[in-house]
Each structure stands twice: as structure tokens, then as C-alpha cells.
């Protein structure tokens, strides 16, 4: 673990993160870690001053950062916990939904809450629940209802990240990480997918070869689809999907491939977003790496912990929120997210 030489790097004010998370309301935020600059390029969408800012803590493992544009609030998953939270700037954290992911009786998986989170357009928000085993949807000013939940009647394993295309399409992976153990109880699918809710509500596979299906994002276009392939051992890579314009897929390629930078080594790529120029940004292992369009590294975001996911919002989409084991980090960009 690296965790410790990081969290020595918090200033006095890291005292207040030991506060529950609703009491955090500073908005003099600790730092952490550093920002590594591979190319000349990292310039253009940092500035040298950029620092990682830890602005909320004391969650197991966060996950599935969001950003509301209706109601100026980042919201997030605490999968184990089973719970979202949303953060509002300068009021800091609170239980926002309770259970997240999972509804059942008794101990799951230990991963059994909410994981990747979306809104749309009207403020709607979709969840992968790991537990429930489904894409929910929670209308704003109403409920929650179910939009899958299997594919040809096989149960899902447990939807791990989702993206939203504007035609209403919806796309998701979904790994088996969330399943109880051993024996990974309840496992109906052979596979570990990558899946499409059509606007209509069918299920359509895109992809049932991949080992560790997870994070997944849209381009700016919205003509092709990323999917991360977390295996860290033997595949670590982020592939990229035509989409042509009758809604069916082209021939997958490699976008990126961790192994073939030494300076990523032990990379594992996770959740991830597009800027409106074209970079992405991915979640891992070894922190926050971001792509340029060429799929070419040009920065390393090194909390020192973990990063599962990010998500761009702010008041006008320059921010940079990333969920990073106990933390919630943000970092200020030269770009915008896709959408703002």
C-alpha cells in the first residue's frame, strides 16, 4: 500500500476530514499527492499550479461520481456501504439514498451497493446496483424503477458502470465483481458483458469476450463506444467500438494498452470520461490517467490511492471530481467535460 506517505502530505486541515461527512463544510480543502506531466501536452489542459484537492472523506470505497447540472451537486456510491451521497460546494457531504444497490435480507458480497451513476438531461439518475442486479432509474420527483435486469432471461452478474448516449440509448459493462463469494453465488451469465438498454427497453450484447469488463464512456461524437478492460495481470487495456449509424457495432480495437508504457506500470484501467476535446480520463490503480485523443498518456493524477472513477462538473464543467477509495479528490482543468 502507498496510502500512508500520501496522507503525511495533508496539512493541518486534513483534521476536518475526520468529521462525518456531512460536517464537512470547508471549502479550504487539503491537498495530496502530486500531478506527473508526461508530455508537453498536459500543459494545455493543466495548469502548473493544478493540485489534487481531497474535499470529503471517510468512505470504504467510493465509486460512480456523477454531476447534477440542475441542481449544482456532485453525487457518488459508497458501494459497500450501500449508499449515495451528494456534495453540494461549500455544504460539503450527505446521505443523499439509502439502500442504493441492493434491497435484499441479510450479508451479499460485500459489494452489493450502487456503483456507476448518470444523469440525464432532466435530472434523472440511473444506477448499476450490484446487489438488485439491475439498471435502475430514479425519476426526479417520483421513484425508482427497474430498466434490466437480465439479458435472454440470464440474470445480470452485477453492472458495474454505465454511459448515456442522447438517442437514449444506454450502455453498461458488467463484471462478476459484485457477486457473492465463492463460488460466485447466483452467476447466470457465462460471460462477463458489455450491454446496450435500447431506447425501446430490449437488452442488446455488444461484447461477451471481455475479461474484466469495466469502466465505459461514449466519444464526443457519440459515434464510438470505450469499454476498460480491467486485467491488471494479463489485458489492462481500453478498447474502442465503432458505432454505425443503425445502432450496431464495428470491429473492436485497441485504444490503449497499459503494458506498453513502463512509466503505468501496474495500471488498471477503471472508470472513465471525455473531455470536449477529445482526452480521457481514467480511473486506476495507480491513480488518474488522461489520454489525448491519439489514446497516448500526457498526465498522471497521483492521489496515492486508488481511483476507481471520475466525473467533470463544477459551475461550468471544468472540474475534475474523482473518487478515490476513502476520498473524494478534485482536481481544476483547462477543459470541460462532454456536455457543458
Same mark, same amino acid.
Given at each position: 500500500m502507498i496510502r500512508s506517505r500520501f496522507k503525511l502530505l495533508l496539512s493541518s486541515?486534513?483534521?476536518?476530514?475526520?468529521?462525518?461527512?456531512?460536517a464537512q463544510d470547508s471549502t479550504?480543502?487539503?491537498?495530496?499527492?502530486e500531478i506527473v506531466r508526461f508530455s508537453d501536452e498536459a500543459n494545455k489542459i493543466l495548469s502548473s499550479d493544478a493540485k489534487i484537492e481531497v474535499i470529503s472523506s471517510g468512505y470504504v470505497w467510493s465509486e460512480?461520481?456523477?454531476?447534477?447540472?440542475?441542481?449544482? /451537486?456532485?453525487?457518488?456510491?459508497d458501494v459497500p456501504e450501500n449508499k449515495v451521497y451528494k456534495w453540494v460546494e461549500g455544504k460539503g457531504a450527505s446521505l443523499w439514498i439509502q439502500?442504493?444497490?441492493?434491497?435484499?435480507?441479510?450479508?451479499?458480497?460485500?459489494s452489493d451497493g450502487s456503483n456507476g451513476l448518470a444523469f440525464d438531461d432532466a435530472g434523472n439518475l440511473y444506477s448499476c446496483e450490484c446487489g438488485?442486479?439491475?439498471?435502475s432509474i430514479l425519476t426526479k420527483g417520483q421513484g425508482k424503477r427497474t430498466l434490466a435486469d437480465n439479458y435472454n432471461g440470464m440474470r445480470f452478474n452485477s453492472p458495474n458502470d454505465i454511459s448515456l448516449h442522447s438517442n437514449g440509448d444506454i450502455y453498461f459493462t458488467d463484471p462478476e465483481y459484485g457477486l457473492p463469494k465463492p463460488g460466485l453465488d447466483g452467476k447466470e451469465t457465462p460471460y462477463m458483458g458489455v450491454y446496450v438498454i435500447r431506447?425501446?427497453?430490449?437488452?442488446?450484447?455488444?461484447?461477451?469476450s471481455l475479461t474484466a469488463p469495466n469502466g465505459i464512456a461514449l466519444s464526443v461524437d457519440e459515434k464510438t463506444l470505450y469499454v476498460a478492460n480491467s486485467d491488471r495481470a494479463n489485458n489492462p487495456k481500453v478498447?474502442?467500438?465503432?458505432?454505425?449509424?443503425?445502432?450496431?457495432f464495428?470491429?473492436?480495437?485497441?485504444? /490503449?494498452?497499459?503494458?506498453?508504457?513502463?512509466?503505468?506500470?501496474?495500471?488498471?484501467?477503471?472508470?472513465?470520461?471525455f473531455d470536449a476535446r477529445g482526452n480521457l480520463w481514467i480511473g486506476g490503480i495507480i491513480g488518474g490517467v488522461v489520454l489525448n485523443p491519439q489514446g497516448a498518456p500526457i498526465a498522471l493524477i497521483n492521489s496515492g490511492e486508488k481511483i476507481s472513477n471520475c466525473a467533470f462538473g463544477g459551475p461550468d464543467g471544468s472540474t475534475l471530481y474523482m473518487t478515490s477509495d476513502t476520498y473524494i479528490i478534485k482536481v481544476e482543468t483547462k477543459v470541460k467535460g462532454i456536455g457543458f
Open positions: 486541515t486534513a483534521l476536518s476530514l475526520l468529521l462525518p461527512a456531512s479550504n480543502y487539503p491537498t495530496i499527492g460512480g461520481p456523477a454531476w447534477n447540472k440542475q441542481g449544482g /451537486f456532485l453525487a457518488f456510491s439502500p442504493s444497490g441492493y434491497t435484499g435480507l441479510g450479508e451479499y458480497a460485500g438488485d442486479r439491475r439498471i431506447k425501446d427497453g430490449s437488452v442488446e450484447l455488444v461484447d461477451d478498447y474502442a467500438y465503432p458505432i454505425k449509424k443503425d445502432g450496431s464495428g470491429k473492436r480495437r485497441t485504444f /490503449f494498452n497499459a503494458q506498453d508504457y513502463p512509466a503505468l506500470k501496474g495500471m488498471s484501467p477503471d472508470g472513465m470520461k
